[in-house]
Nanobody, 112 residues
Framework: QVQLVESGGGLVQPGGSLTLSCAAS????????MGWYRQALGKQRDLVAS???????NYAGSVKGRFTISRDNAKNTVYLQMNSLKPEDTAVYYC??????WGQGTQVTVSS
C-alpha cells in the first residue's frame, strides 16, 4: 500500500502561481510514474501531468507551457509548479500513482 499526502493548494488571482507537493509513503519501492489529475465541479477527473522515474514528462494540452511537473525520487515526492493560472484551472487537484493510488485532493481556486 502507498499513502499520498498533498499540500499547497489555495486561492490565487489570475496570472498568479502556486506549487503543489505530494509525498508518498508506505510501499514506495513499487512507485514508477507519478502525476497529477484535476476535477472541476461537475466534470470528470482528467490528467494534468505525469512524470516517470527517469524524468519523462507528459502534459495535458491546456497546461503545457504553464505547468511544470518534477519529482524528488529520494524523497518520493512529486511537485506541480503552476504559473499563469487561469480561472479555468480551478479544480480539486489529486496526486496519483499507478495502482491507482490517490491523494486526498487539494483545492485550487483561481479568482479575482
Amino acid at each position: 500500500q502507498v499513502q499520498l499526502v498533498e499540500s499547497g493548494g489555495g486561492l490565487v488571482q489570475p496570472g498568479g502561481s502556486l506549487t503543489l507537493s505530494c509525498a508518498a509513503s508506505g510501499s514506495t519501492f513499487s512507485i514508477n510514474s507519478m502525476g497529477w489529475y484535476r476535477q472541476a465541479l461537475g466534470k470528470q477527473r482528467d490528467l494534468v501531468a505525469s512524470i516517470s522515474t527517469g524524468g519523462g514528462r507528459n502534459y495535458a494540452g491546456s497546461v503545457k507551457g504553464r505547468f511544470t511537473i518534477s519529482r524528488d525520487n529520494a524523497k518520493n515526492t512529486v511537485y506541480l509548479q503552476m504559473n499563469s493560472l487561469k480561472p479555468e484551472d480551478t479544480a480539486v487537484y489529486y496526486c496519483w500513482i499507478p495502482g491507482p493510488y490517490w491523494g486526498q485532493g487539494t483545492q485550487v481556486t483561481v479568482s479575482s
